[in-house]
């Protein structure tokens, strides 16, 4: 199992990354990417140490850990620069915080965000049609999530990027031991949202897929 969005104390998450990653270690997971909350003052402090760490424990036997930044609630105008910026830094995964139902987040930022070639856009909320187009156009990931809030617009993702065949991916958006989802429970948020196993399946691929890119 593989989990593509979480968050360490480097944001406003309750672990260091070692926990973090321990902890989804146990729970069955293979591959982890850590993609803490980031803005244009604080992805240069992030994103450097978060490389480092995930060096020195991929040298190691166990979970393979991908450096990630999860850029946050920033201005649609300056997504691109920052997407740039990020890479540069050595982020091997790229998120933008998308437009959840649950959050002020701007207008605009799916689309911006897609536009600018992210990797993954998470919890994008009640995202539109053409924006799902062009996510498939620039093979951007949509996100369905097992967050509390985030994942109450998982049937609206859901149905857009199967009727369009848009790429999905399933992660926990964690930010304490409890977001960790049990691995055999899930297909059950992919289902719920309307999918079938076969659905599921596809997202475990997509995020397999991502993980031999990252780390090759």
């Not at 591959?31 to 450097?48: C, N, Q, R, V, Y």
């Not at 540069?88 to 649950?102: F, P, Y």
């Not at 990027?161 to 992660?171: D, Q, S, T, V």
């Amino acid at each position: 199992m593989i989990d593509l969005h979480t968050h360490s104390l480097f944001s406003d998450g309750e672990l260091t990354p070692a926990e973090l990653a321990r902890r989804f270690e146990v729970a069955g997971y293979k591959a982890l990417a850590i993609t803490d909350h980031g803005d244009s003052s604080t992805i240069d402090l992030i994103i450097p140490r978060i490389v480092a760490f995930c060096e020195e424990i991929n040298r190691l036997e166990g979970i393979r850990l991908i450096p990630g930044i999860e850029l946050t609630h920033i201005r649609p105008e300056v997504i691109p620069a920052l997407v740039g910026r990020s890479r540069k830094l050595g982020a091997r995964l790229v998120l933008v915080h998308g437009e959840t139902i649950a959050e002020p987040v701007a207008a605009r930022t799916n689309r911006i965000a897609i536009e600018s070639s992210v990797d993954i856009l998470a919890h994008p909320g009640l995202i539109t049609e053409e924006e799902v187009l062009l996510a498939r156009e620039h093979s951007v990931y949509l996100e369905m999530t097992t967050r509390r809030g985030h994942s109450l617009t998982n049937g609206h993702v859901a149905k857009l990027a199967h009727k369009i065949g848009a790429p999905m991916l399933l992660n926990s958006d964690t930010h304490a031991p409890g977001d960790i989802w049990p691995v055999g429970r899930l297909h059950e948020i992919v289902v719920g949202a309307g999918l079938t196993e076969d659905d599921y399946q596809t997202m475990m691929k997509n995020a397999e897929s991502v993980v031999r890119r990252c780390l090759t």
